[in-house]
């Protein structure tokens, strides 16, 4: 992990460097550069620093450390008058330095320490590191995500349900004469209580019962780390687990495993044999709430005021992102608006960036928070896990009751 | 490393980068590749700038001020190995004072976030140069900085009551006035307005602020030919109404934001774009007088019906000198500025001297100011096309001058305008220069080798 490493030969996927203009307009727009205001911590400081790396023949740990300080929010993209998309020559440039290697393995190593002089906090740690070991499977994200130093901030380690949803239901099959799968990603499958409930009962609304097939990672935490192969390792199995039958939709509640899929799958797979079934899946991943507003579904919110935390994933890459917004103002709900600063301003997770760089990423959360609770809601709906972990974990760390969910009614 | 640790004694450890990978950020501005600086510094308060400057002094270091490095023409980029004293730090909006239209701004206050933020309390802060959403008003005033409202309102000179200022020996000064007008001793202030980090470190401004404008209207102007719409820009400042804004873009500047979020301009064709503001009736009387004027001058005339209309207008002026990378890999970016009454010689000039050195050029820019954006375009791997451009440019300056006008009217000298000052003025008055900036930084510290022969 330490030691330098020359850049792959094939520098053809940084080719849009050379469309970067120097302008400077990413800086005012990146979460990260708005706290500490270096330069290196803005899009154009990061393409400096790859631009430097390819022309010196050599990655730095220091480059490593660099480029995990990104969000991959894409704010800096959005704003980007020469259209240069930052995110993917990061996560590029994260995956050519090698950055994910060291990172796989973080929980297990964690586990293997002797026992002796440990803080209360570490101990903390490891009983939940001992949950992943059991509860996920190997290639999951969530193990990328719970890095030590985030505990070290004194954030706060979510309590695993005693029975996953996933647990429970694995293996069901698809009733009510539509071939729906549902993807529930690590975070709603084994982590978060409520989030598949809350799903099925929509879909009862309809008469439907979804599949729940075996599944393990859509590999989108291992992907945004620059752990490359693993990402492709847990692309080709997402796709054999949902290739055995053929589903009219496969539905995910989070729409950064939705979008990762629907985006990256079949470019992820396209130089193996499951290319063509990667490209007909990722056709039909659905962000649930996009799927359920077209469907006729919804929920019975009359007259409660929501705030909505749109993920960057559904803002920017996922198809039809802000459908939930139209969701739950079809099922009654007063969805407050909130200024187009604060709605696009990222929770401050990103992926593995919450367990690297866990003070920033609260510091970038609160804000977040801050502008949500503002508007007074009685319920904050996010749909991606990642974000509900974090949002939640700030909302405990500050004493704020409102709740917040990734499905509508708010149940914690 | 040495320097490293003095250094993070002023500004602590965080507020110090010495690695590679973070200096390969400080090499440059948005147009000028230099090397990268040995060090770059993020100072929190005035006091740890004059700590940064005393340490320079005292090891001889050259400084180089940094904004946001928003720059076209070198101001910000190191040449040596330098320190890179950056003021992003210091970005916060220290007082408003809403009776007297002022306000106490740090240097590192993002222009385009100040603005908003005085538009939430129904003030206005007029200067609008095209990089606001990234540059800042300290970089701003020590460029002095134009931009879109100049033509009514002037530039960031205009704007500015007092500065202060943390000079070569490390002293901090506050130069100018809290009031209307003021009389007493030297206008200082002015001096370091513009003066692009070689005479002082500006870490501190006071604006003057206006009531933000009730109403907006924007009116488009497309003209057959190009001459068409300088004539008619000039007809437009010799009539009773001053446009807030008034834009001038080419059929090939048009062409480039084409597929590029620019489609609100119809390609194949000129443009003038303007903005009146003030008073919803006194706007509406005067939107309808310039849109004559344009109509007299040989225009179709469109008026946005809504702001967000008129938003994807001035969006798409706004990312004319990225979409011109669309065209040719690179550009040359002067900002030549003649008197008004020259603006159509000067589009002319420009047109005639590209066809003789066969260079592809793109105008745009403040037809309202005579400041005209001249954009040669090139392929810098192209050695006879580099040759050819860089003729074009020195008849383009010559032109310039014999019209009257002046080299910058907005981006200043930097390193690529500087050899030629002595093109427009005098030995006497850079003489003059030399000397102002051997008693202001007498160990030349201060951005060694920019603006002055």
Known sequence: MSADCPPSPDVSRFAPLDKCVRCGSCRAACPVFDLTRRETDAARGRLARIRRALAAGCWTAADREALSRCLLCGRCADVCKAGVETTALVQAAKEDAGCGDGLIGVVAEALLADDAGLSAAVRRYRRFARWLTRATPEASGLRLRFALPYLEAGRLLPEPPAISYLDRWTGRPAQGGRKIALFLGCGAGRLFAGVGEELDRRLATLGLTAAVPPQACCGLAAWGVGAGQAAVAAAAAWVEAFSGEEWEAVLAPCASCAAHLQRRLPALLARTPLAT???????????????????????????????????????????????????????????????????????????????????????????????????????????????????????????????????????? | MNLAKELAAIVGADGVLTEAGDLAAYANDSRVEGVP????????????????????????????????????????????????????????????????????????????????????QGLFYPPDPASADSSTLGGNAATNAGGLRAVKYGVTADWIAALDVVLADGQSIRAGVRTRKGAM??????????????????????????????????????????????????????????????????????????????????????????????????????????????????????????????????SARRS????????????????????????????????SLARREEVLQACFGHAGDGNVHVNLLYDPADANEVARVKRARDELFRLTLRL??????????????????????????????????????????????KVLP
Not at chain 1, 328 to 335: C, F, K, W
Not at chain 2, 44 to 53: L, N
Not at chain 2, 76 to 104: E, F, G, Y
Not at chain 2, 338 to 348: A, G, M, Q
């Open chain 2, 404 to 449: 009257g006008g002046t080299l910058s009217g907005e981006h200043g000298v930097g390193l690529t305008k500087r050899p030629y000052l002595s093109w427009e003025q005098g030995p006497a008055l850079i003489d003059l220069q030399q000397r102002l900036k051997r008693t202001l930084d007498p160990l030349n510290i201060l951005n060694p080798g």
């Open chain 2, 185 to 314: 001793g030297y206008d200082v202030a002015s001096l370091f307005v513009g003066s692009e980090g070689t005479l002082g470190v500006i870490t501190g401004l006071t604006v003057r602020l206006l009531p933000k404008p009730a109403s907006k209207e924007t009116v488009l102007g497309l003209f057959a030919e190009l001459r068409l719409a300088g004539e008619a820009a000039r007809q437009v400042l010799r009539g009773p109404v001053t446009p807030a804004a008034m834009e001038l873009m080419d059929a090939t500047a048009i062409a480039a934001t084409q597929g590029r979020g620019g489609d609100a301009l119809p390609p194949g064709r000129h443009a003038l774009l303007l903005d009146v503001d003030g008073q919803p009736d006194a706007v509406r009387a005067e939107a309808d007088v310039v849109a004559d004027i344009l109509r007299r001058s040989g225009a179709e005339v469109r008026r946005a019906r809504e702001r967000a209309e008129a938003e994807l207008l001035w």
């Open chain 1, 277 to 412: 079934t990667a490209k007909g899946l990722a056709a039909r991943v659905e962000d649930a709430h996009a799927w359920l507003l077209r469907e006729g579904g919804r929920d019975e919110l009359a007259g409660r005021r929501v705030a909505v935390h749109l993920p960057c994933h559904a803002r920017r890459d996922v198809r039809e992102g802000r459908a939930v917004i139209a969701f739950l103002r079809r099922s009654g709900a007063d969805v407050v608006e909130l200024p187009k600063e604060q709605d696009e301003l990222c929770c401050g997770m990103g992926g593995s960036f919450g367990a690297r760089h866990p003070r920033l990423a609260q510091r970038i959360g609160r804000r977040k928070l801050e502008a949500l609770l503002a508007a007074g809601p009685e319920l904050i709906v996010t749909t991606c896990s990642g974000c509900l972990w974090q949002l939640r974990d700030l909302a405990a760390s500050l004493g704020v009751a409102t709740p917040i969910a990734m499905t509508s009614t708010g149940r914690r």
């Open chain 2, 37 to 120: 600086p040995r060090a770059a510094v993020l100072p929190a308060d005035i006091a740890q700038v004059q700590a940064i400057v005393r340490w320079c002094a005292a090891r001889r270091t050259p400084l180089v001020p940094r904004g946001a490095g928003t720059g076209t023409v070198g101001g910000a980029t190191p040449v040596t190995a330098a320190i890179v004293l950056d003021l992003s730090r210091l970005n916060r909006i220290l007082a408003v004072d809403a009776d007297n239209r002022l306000a106490d701004v740090e240097a590192g206050v993002i222009t385009g976030e100040f603005q908003r933020a005085m538009e939430a």
């Open chain 2, 320 to 351: 004319l000198s990225q979409a011109l990378y669309n065209l040719r890999p690179q550009r040359s970016a002067d900002d030549v500025t003649v008197p008004v009454s020259r603006l159509v010689e000067l589009i002319e000039g420009v047109a």
